[in-house]
């Protein structure tokens, strides 16, 4: 009996778990996001957006165009991180196809808005983590506006094979921030010292964080689009095991960063 079946199975049960184990991440962030700028913001107390962003990048008086910008980016990653992952749950699409289409709308428009509100906070108020992370970022921006565009026309073309592809790769390069907080709590944790790393950000791991954050779960992505769409068995069941070791490292990665980074700033 073929074993392709099998694999195809596993491979799906694989991408599930990561998926389960990103979708509870990104709503941690999510919420981290609310509990620590929104908080803020509804408290009257804008000083609490500084307690992570240095001096002239968080709360600045008098810069009112860039406290708005900075404040719609935020409230734009809180809808981007919550509504993302509710795109990819096959039953939304099923069974509630109209919350999935107004969704996608909103999800779309917001991570659009969300990269260049990021973009042009970073080329006014400078760069929070290095030049190199600002070109990291801008590379990003230009991802995101082209996989939105892409998987927005596929949408309306009725092409949903493509239309899926496409969100997906909107999906992964939209949540770059949280793949880079995963990447950097996981390799600080293995070496147990901040490796490759300087204040300045120009230190080698920071310059392969600044792009690998985008760069390396896409790839991750095309792998795994490309096992499903055309691979054999052998290379359904390899992805599969690559899932499997993504997952744990993603809870890790995770759980390092809520306990290090996010839970102690609150």
Not at 21 to 42: K, R, S
Not at 230 to 259: C, H, I, N, Q, W
């Amino acid at each position: 009996m073929s074993t392709a079946p099998k694999a195809e199975r596993l491979l799906r049960a694989s991408a599930v778990l990561w998926y389960g184990v990103a979708a509870g991440g990104l709503w941690a962030f999510g919420l981290y996001i609310a509990a620590l700028y929104g908080v803020g913001l509804l408290g009257g107390d804008l000083s609490r957006w500084n307690r992570v962003l240095p001096e002239g990048h968080g709360y600045v008086a008098g810069d009112l165009r860039g406290n708005l910008a900075l404040g719609a980016h935020l409230s734009l990653a809180f809808i981007v991180t919550l509504g993302g992952a509710l795109q990819l749950v096959p039953q939304i699409r099923a069974r509630a196809p109209w919350l999935h289409r107004w969704n996608g709308r909103l999800f779309v428009v917001a991570a659009v808005a969300a990269a260049g509100s990021g973009l042009f906070i970073a080329l006014t108020r400078g760069a929070v983590a290095g030049i190199y992370m600002t070109l990291g970022n801008a590379l990003n921006a230009a991802l995101v506006l082209t996989f939105a565009v892409l998987a927005w026309r596929a949408a309306r073309a009725r092409a949903f094979i493509d239309h899926r592809r496409w969100a997906l790769r909107l999906f992964v390069v939209i949540n770059a921030v949280w793949f880079y907080r995963l990447g950097m709590m996981l390799w600080f944790a293995a070496h147990q010292a901040p490796v490759g790393h300087t204040a300045a950000f120009d230190g080698p791991f920071d310059i392969f964080l600044a792009f690998a954050h985008v760069l390396l779960p896409l790839g991750i992505l095309e792998l795994y689009l490309a096992a499903g769409a055309r691979g054999g068995a052998r290379a359904m069941g390899a992805m599969a095991a690559l899932l499997l070791v993504l997952s744990l490292a993603t809870a890790a990665g995770v759980l390092l960063v809520v306990m290090g980074m996010w839970l102690p700033r609150l």
